[in-house]
């Protein structure tokens, strides 16, 4: 049974220390990161999932970006993390899930991600074929999901930092 919070300041180093333990060593340098550098994450869309004993079991985190010449404003997913320990019993999905509304609910329209699609499609994702994310990223990793119809109509091109 997990907590699913918004992500606060004084969770900070239990999330990095999550990052850390759930990816590779200089994750850091991947080209996601340089989308992230000097930009705020949305807070209210970063959570947190604690176990009934305050351990975090997996945490979201979702950064602004935008998009193509028309500079198009949409979300990035990520990173999200569950405990190795935690992995299969549903932390990910129900963080996924939460955070999806909650961006609805704000009026969010357009998500993207880097990650599985076998993984991602069951929460709508697709795989994009308009879309470029800086390099070195493999382009059959990038979705996309509309939380409202139509959101990527015309909108393409490459994902850029926020401005």
């Keep these: 049974m997990y907590e699913i919070k918004q992500e606060k300041k004084d969770d900070w180093w239990d999330v990095e220390s999550l990052l850390d333990l759930s990816f590779a060593p200089g994750r850091e340098a991947l080209s996601s990161y340089r989308l992230r550098d000097g930009i705020l994450p ?5 959570l947190i999932a604690r176990d009934l004993n ?13 998009i193509g010449s028309k500079k ?6 990520g990173p999200i993390a569950v405990h ?3 992995q299969g019993e549903g932390v990910g999905g129900e963080l996924i899930r939460s955070a999806l509304e909650l961006a609805k609910n704000d009026g969010w329209t357009r998500i993207v991600l880097i990650g599985d699609e ?7 994702f ?6 470029s994310f800086p ?4 382009p ?11 959101a990527f109509k015309g909108v393409n091109g490459q994902i850029q930092k926020f401005e």
Aim: charged residues 20%.
């Design 135 to 138: 390099p070195p990223t493999n």
């Design 42 to 46: 949305v807070a209210e869309l970063c």
């Design 84 to 86: 190795p320990t935690r």
């Design 72 to 77: 198009a404003k949409a979300l990035l997913l």
């Design 54 to 66: 305050g351990i975090i079991g997996g945490s979201i985190r979702f950064w602004p970006i935008q």
């Design 118 to 124: 076998i993984y991602y499609q069951k929460f709508g």
């Design 140 to 150: 059959d990793r990038l979705l996309y999901l509309e939380l409202k119809s139509g």
């Design 126 to 131: 697709k795989k994009s074929g308009f879309l």
